[in-house]
């Protein structure tokens, strides 16, 4: 097992890697709207959904992987309402590479945020 750690994501808020690879396999834990330097991002749900994908872009390249090479993301809405919006944002990084996904709708998030998005991917 291999931890991944990037200073160009948000570091983890509690005890827990930004990701990890197992048998050429990486998985994230939940990139929320969060700069590198740990500042909530102000703004709509389509400029916290551009801020989580940045973050998930980041510790994909740094565990060798992309979002080309994602098998499965699971996305974590506050509210179902945002679907749409969410989805289109989503849809601008998954244009043609289209993986196995889950979306739910929960009752809370870390910070409040509006959306977290984890990821699957191989490493090539």
Not at 69 to 74: I, Y
Not at 95 to 112: I, Y
């Given at each position: 097992m291999r931890i991944v750690s990037t200073k160009d994501a948000p570091a983890a808020i509690g005890p827990y890697s930004q990701g990890v690879i197992v048998n050429n396999i990486f998985y994230?834990?939940?990139?929320?709207?969060?700069?590198?330097?740990?500042?909530?991002?102000q703004g709509d749900i389509t400029i916290?959904?551009?801020?989580?994908?940045?973050?998930?872009?980041?510790?994909?390249?740094?565990?060798g992987a992309s979002l080309e090479?994602?098998?499965?993301?699971?996305v974590f809405?506050?509210?179902m309402d945002d679907f749409s919006l969410v989805n289109e944002v989503y849809?601008?990084?998954f244009?043609?590479?289209?993986?196995?996904?889950?979306?739910?709708?929960?009752?809370?998030?870390?910070?409040?945020v509006d959306v977290e998005i984890e990821v699957i991917a191989l490493i090539k």
């Open positions: 994230s834990s939940g990139q929320i709207p969060l700069t590198a330097d740990g500042e909530l991002v916290q959904t551009h801020q989580v994908f940045k973050n998930l872009q980041a510790v994909l390249k740094e565990a090479s994602v098998v499965k993301a699971t809405l506050k509210k849809a601008e990084y244009h043609t590479h289209k993986p196995a996904r889950s979306c739910v709708e929960v009752s809370r998030l870390p910070k409040d």
